[in-house]
């Protein structure tokens, strides 16, 4: 299983922009689709995007689409979620994740990934 270490995040002001970085400790990580999830207190861990293995196609839940972008580095070893107009709705724990092989598109559901990044805290005051 691909190693995953997260970087970021933190406490931002409602509007402010954001990014978290994940990388990989792999070089098989990079035709694996990865994920963003967060976990709000109290509620379930959720999808937020994913970024396929493939052609880096994107998908994104309906709730942060337009605000949110994912990215890979040109070594496809890090993805990044870079997170616009920030509200204080997407205070969250935030955690990327690895598809199981050998799929290379992105899925939204948890038990389709098998590396998770250690998780980290973004909080957004209004």
């Known amino acids: 299983q691909a190693q995953l270490v997260q970087s970021g995040g933190g406490l931002v002001q409602a509007g402010n922009s954001l990014r978290l970085s994940c990388a990989a400790s792999e070089t098989s990580f990079s035709s694996r689709a990865m994920a963003w999830f967060r976990q709000a207190p109290g509620k379930e861990r959720e999808f937020v995007g994913g970024?396929?293995?493939?052609?880096?196609?994107?998908r994104y839940t309906e709730s942060v689409a337009g605000r949110f972008i994912i990215s890979r580095d040109s070594a496809w070893k890090t993805v990044f979620l870079q997170m616009n107009s920030l509200n204080p709705e997407d205070t969250a724990v935030y955690y990327c994740a690895a598809r199981r092989k050998p799929f290379w598109t992105v899925s939204s559901a948890m038990s389709e990934y098998d590396s998770w990044g250690q998780g980290t805290q973004v909080t957004v005051s209004s």
């Open positions: 970024i396929s293995g493939s052609d880096s196609s994107t």
